[in-house]
């Protein structure tokens, strides 16, 4: 398996198991990041609303001719640069713990980077 594929199925796992996860399992995969929900929480809503938001970006992901994969590319870091931005506010405003705010951070950091590692190598291919 060469990088480029390596890294899309990196990415491509990383959404479907967080993402598909919290459309299933909303309540395990926010204790899993250590956000407080049980069955009755809104909390359950919004994690289906961001899970079925990751698994889509999956699939385009993996499905994709090249042709349009860079640019699919682009708007999926910017996301996660902005989950990971979101996620860093919920921690300073005490919506989220310490510990959940880092590992919510850290997730759309490593997406965000596996993202630009593609971007990367899309551009080293073309020259």
Known sequence: MDDARGLRAASVAGRLL????????????????????????????????????????????ARSPDAVRRQQLRLAVAVDLVDAWSAAVAGRAHQLSRAASRRAVAAALFEAGLGAAMLRNASARES
């Open 18 to 61: 967080v993402g598909g996860g919290a459309v299933v399992m909303p309540v395990a995969v926010a204790r899993v990041f250590g956000i407080p929900a049980d069955e009755t929480s809104p909390s359950v809503y919004l994690a289906r609303l961001f899970g079925v938001r990751a698994v889509m970006m999956a699939v385009l992901l």
